[in-house]
């Protein structure tokens, strides 16, 4: 199941709220999570199985979708959400990931 | 605190092997599938290899299936990854990861990963 995610880079104001998008070539059932990568950092998770909030993560971090479209919300973005972020598919094997949107603070 | 430590990592020559192995503490490690995901360097990620609670259940993407084998020793509470026929296509940063619940779910805790280089 290929994962395309856009946009590949997204530069934006602190404050700002901003959606990502993860299509899937076919439906895979809200088997899909969200992860942060910071520079230099190990990914982590921030939203699993579509919705589902994470112990831990703030609030402002959210998602939705069905289907084949999922998007990632980012309510109020600030400085320390400079990172890359990147859907998973759990659907089936062989698990994958999308290439990744780059989030860049103006 | 869940931690997970990789180690093994190295400059490695086309076509030899490299074991790359993850110390887990802080959970109960029997418990939980574990998987390994590489990513290359400016690139992004790529699983590797999942592996079930007991261990006698394996996955792999084609990419590595029939090359590397991924294992488990629940008394050591330690995952490896053995890497065979290397190609310069399997330079990346190795993580070791849990999963959450089962073998689809949410990777919920990552190490810091274990850089492998592959060239001549």
């Known amino acids: 199941i290929m994962l395309t995610q856009s946009p590949a880079t997204l530069s934006v104001t602190p404050g700002e709220s901003i959606s990502l998008s993860c299509r899937a070539s076919?439906?895979?059932?809200?088997?899909l999570h969200w992860y942060q990568q910071k520079p230099n950092e190990s990914p982590r998770v921030l939203i699993k199985y579509a919705s589902q909030s994470i112990s831990g993560i703030p609030s402002r971090f959210s998602g939705s979708g069905s289907g084949t479209s999922y998007s990632f919300t980012i309510s109020r973005v600030e400085a320390e959400d400079v990172a890359t972020y990147y859907c998973?598919?759990?659907?089936?094997?062989?698990?994958?990931f999308g290439s990744g949107t780059k989030l860049e603070i103006k | 605190e869940v931690q997970l430590v990789e180690s093994g990592g190295g400059l490695v020559q086309p076509g030899r092997s490299l074991k790359l192995s993850c110390a887990a503490s802080?959970?109960?490690?029997?418990?939980?599938?574990m998987a390994w995901v590489r990513q290359a360097p400016k690139k992004g990620l790529e699983w590797v290899a999942t592996?079930?609670?007991?261990?006698?259940?394996?996955y792999y993407p084609d990419s590595v299936k029939g090359r590397f084998t991924i294992s488990r020793d629940n008394a050591k509470s330690s995952l490896y990854l053995q890497m065979n026929s290397l190609k310069s296509e399997d330079t990346a940063t190795y993580y070791c990861?849990?999963?959450?619940?089962?073998?689809?779910?949410?990777?919920?805790?990552w190490g810091q990963g274990v850089m492998v280089t592959v060239s001549s």
């Open positions: 998973q598919q759990g659907s089936s094997n062989p698990l994958t």
């Open positions: 990861a849990r999963h959450d619940y089962g073998g689809y779910s949410e990777l919920d805790y």
């Open positions: 802080g959970f109960t490690f029997s418990n939980y599938y």
């Open positions: 592996i079930s609670t007991s261990g006698s259940r394996t």
């Open positions: 076919q439906s895979i059932s809200t088997n």
